[in-house]
């Protein structure tokens, strides 16, 4: 079975019916970008698969596991899936790496030493070493972004949701952030990534979904996707963001 699976499910939020039965597989160590107009209902799909928001039809397996809404069955699942947001949500009170210790020590219950050790690594991993007895405040929102990352990523994830994650930053930003999304893609790493970042849906995807009024409209290889879209919605929607 696949690590994610997703089948034929819906959402409303009250009258409004925002996932149309949508069915979506993600293998292990794919990464799959999700495409689409605002509004098209990618974040709402996202955050379905952490159990942010709950489904009003079809079913969603994680790692073998079908998602349902009781407390214990969402804490178990959000130990496998690491979501990172389009804001940062660091605690400005705690230095970078004493965030990322954090969920280690409350949710997971590793001790201090333990802790330190496995979020020196994260913050390795994202290039941040130097940074670790930093606050927030003194690091630059691309760098805030990176330490989000890094304290998904020491929870060890089965798989990471990205949301939007350089949505909030400046412009000449964005390139380190994408920059570590990269690598851990290159890594093997299990990634869904909301984006509007077109040339990095391009380059880095496995496959790329195409969201339209709630529904998968298009998806597959990205290049394809993008060379030689299918339907008249995807071609205007890839003309629409050249
Ligand atoms: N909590 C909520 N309550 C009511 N409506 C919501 C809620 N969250 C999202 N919606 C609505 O559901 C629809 C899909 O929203 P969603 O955020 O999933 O779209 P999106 O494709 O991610 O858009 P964007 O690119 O602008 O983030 C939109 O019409 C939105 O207004």
Same mark, same amino acid.
């Given at each position: 079975m696949?690590?994610v ?7 409303y939020?009250d009258?409004?019916?925002v ?7 993600v293998?292990?160590g794919?990464v799959v970008?999700? %495409?689409?107009?605002s509004?098209?209902?990618k974040?709402?799909?996202l955050?379905t %698969?952490?159990g ?6 079809g ?7 079908e998602l349902?809404?009781?407390?214990k ?10 979501m ?26 590793i001790?201090?030493?333990?802790a330190r ?12 070493l ?11 929102g691309g760098q ?5 990352i890094?304290?998904a990523?020491?929870m ?30 290159d890594?093997?790493?299990t990634?869904i ?8 849906a ?7 979904i ?6 998968v ?8 996707l ?13 003309q629409? %963001?050249?």
């Open positions: 696949s690590l699976n997703i089948n034929e499910i819906h959402k939020f009258d409004l019916h996932l149309k039965g949508v069915t979506l597989e293998q292990e794919e970008t999700i %495409i689409g107009r509004g098209s209902g974040s709402t799909l955050r %698969i952490n942010l928001e709950g489904i009003d039809g079913t969603i397996h994680v790692d073998g596991h349902v809404s009781s407390t069955s969402l804490r178990e699942l959000r130990l496998k899936v690491g990172v947001f389009q804001q940062f949500n660091l605690f400005p009170h705690l230095k970078a790496g004493q965030n990322v210790m954090l969920a280690l020590k409350v949710v997971k219950g001790d201090e030493a333990e050790e496995m979020a020196l690594k994260a913050m390795e991993k994202v290039g941040l130097e940074k670790f007895d930093v606050y927030p405040d003194q690091l630059s805030q972004q990176r330490v989000a890094a304290r990523l020491a060890s994830p089965k798989v990471l949701l990205c949301d939007e994650i350089t949505s909030a930053l400046d412009p000449e930003l964005v390139n380190e952030v994408l920059t570590v999304v990269r690598q851990l893609a890594e093997g790493i990634l990534i909301v984006t509007h970042e077109m040339r990095f391009r380059d880095v995807s496995d496959k790329v195409f969201m339209h009024h709630g529904r409209h298009e998806s597959g290889d990205p290049k394809d993008f060379n030689n879209p299918q339907t008249p919605e995807l071609s205007a929607f890839i629409s %963001i050249a």
